[in-house]
């Protein structure tokens, strides 16, 4: 039986394994070349031409359109290989759907998930840790140049580690789901992206920062250099970590909106003078100081973990669902032939 499914699955097996694979061997060799010039890449460097800036910078430019083309694969994965491998039993004849009568309901749909979503659930999560790999490269160093790099934001963290494996597992699960539901396969493909699209955009928005209780940087109120045009950036740091919100506080940790109009315009012409005049005029709002909410580096690994169990939780559901689908199916098949016995007595 598992051959037999290999030869009706190896098709989009076959692609999916190909197109990882060149991906996995670009992000190794550019990571090779990142760590000969001993810097870090960040994405979303990209050269201007190919030909200017060397091999750092195409390095970084492989490395950054291999980390677009790896948010993309789920969901190329759910419609070309979840539905498809499922759709082909309702779209083309009795060959497959013998196939499926001759083996349990649950041995049959299972019998796909171990032949076609487990080896690229695999191949994805090889690709995820060798990109996250390229991300630590020329990072260990110490250094006092503060950057926004942070390996938990958007999309580092959905890229690397092992998490865009089981996104990858996720998605074939809901292009299943789908498939045997809708039993449409166009139409499985395009609500398998709609379905599959809120996941990864609910939890990077509203879940993943509740994942842990943030750690909270209180730092000096400094509101006249907080108001200059240029004023220095939370979301830059020197130790990576993930900044997701930054303001100024009351003694209670309460978010607090500064009213600038009312501190603003002293004719003071002393410097210092004129910042402890606007850091009391915020005080007398009730501000108390700037707080910094942040999750540190150190957690990644543990956010990994966590997203990954949120992810096959999810995938239990959708095999649910697409058990109930089957079920449907199978009873559909057996009413049409004894619909056409009928006919020929």
Known sequence: MIYATWRQCRG???WSLAVIFLL?????????????????????????????????????TALTLTALLVLLLPFTSGML??????????????????????TGLVR??????????????????????????????????????????????????????????????LAMSTGSAAALL?????VAMVTTLLVFFIVPVALSAMVREHYTAPDID??????????????????????SRWVFG???????????????????GSDNSDRQQQALEVDNCLREQGIDHYAV???????????QFIETAVMLLCSGLMVALALVGARGLRRRPAYNRLSEMSKSI
């Not at 060799?29 to 810097?39: A, D, K, L, N, Y």
């Not at 290989?81 to 001759?102: A, C, I, K, M, P």
């Not at 209180?218 to 130790?239: H, K, M």
């Not at 942040?294 to 956010?303: A, G, L, T």
């Open 108 to 169: 049959w749909y299972f019998l796909r998930v171990l032949v076609a979503f487990v080896p690229i659930t695999l191949a994805m999560t090889v690709l995820g840790l060798v990109l996250g790999w390229t991300h630590t490269l020329g990072r260990g160093q110490a250094t006092h140049e503060a950057t926004s790099f942070s390996l938990m934001e958007f999309p580092n963290f959905q890229t690397t580690g092992i998490a865009v494996g089981a996104y990858a597992f």
């Open 12 to 14: 989009q097996i076959l």
């Open 182 to 186: 809708i039993r449409n396969t166009v």
């Open 246 to 264: 930054a303001g100024f506080a009351d003694t209670d940790g309460n978010m607090i909106d500064a009213d600038y109009t009312m501190c603003l």
């Open 24 to 60: 996995l061997l670009t992000a190794a060799v550019s990571g090779w070349f990142v760590q000969r010039t001993g810097e870090s890449w960040d994405f979303g460097g990209i050269c201007s031409r190919w030909y200017d800036g060397g091999g750092g910078c195409r390095a970084d």
């Open 218 to 239: 209180v730092q000096p109120i400094d509101g006249l250099a907080r108001a200059a045009e240029y004023a220095p950036s939370p979301y830059r740091n020197l130790d």
């Open 293 to 303: 909410v942040y999750h540190p580096q150190s957690r990644y690994w543990h956010f």
């Open 81 to 102: 290989v979840g539905v498809t491998t499922f759709s082909r039993d309702f779209e083309q004849g009795s060959e497959n759907l013998d196939l499926r009568e001759s």
